[in-house]
């Protein structure tokens, strides 16, 4: 989390929410986020497929 702000690899979401959020409160949404996805692959069946980032960043 702490390498994100300067890093140009990093999920702008999760950029964004650390430019109007406090860090902890980010960190949470990001833990959020990780075990939703991990419930739903776990519920679901099937492998963790990573978002290529041109398209996530083309749906925001």
Not at 31 to 38: C, D, E, G, L, S
């Amino acid at each position: 989390m702490r390498v994100v702000r300067n890093d140009a690899r990093a999920r702008p979401w999760l950029k964004a929410l650390l430019a109007r959020r406090p860090f902890k409160v980010a960190a949470v949404a990001q833990a959020n986020k990780t075990a939703r996805i991990i419930w739903a692959l776990l519920n679901k069946g099937g492998t963790y497929r990573r978002p290529d980032p041109l398209t996530a960043a083309a749906a925001v």
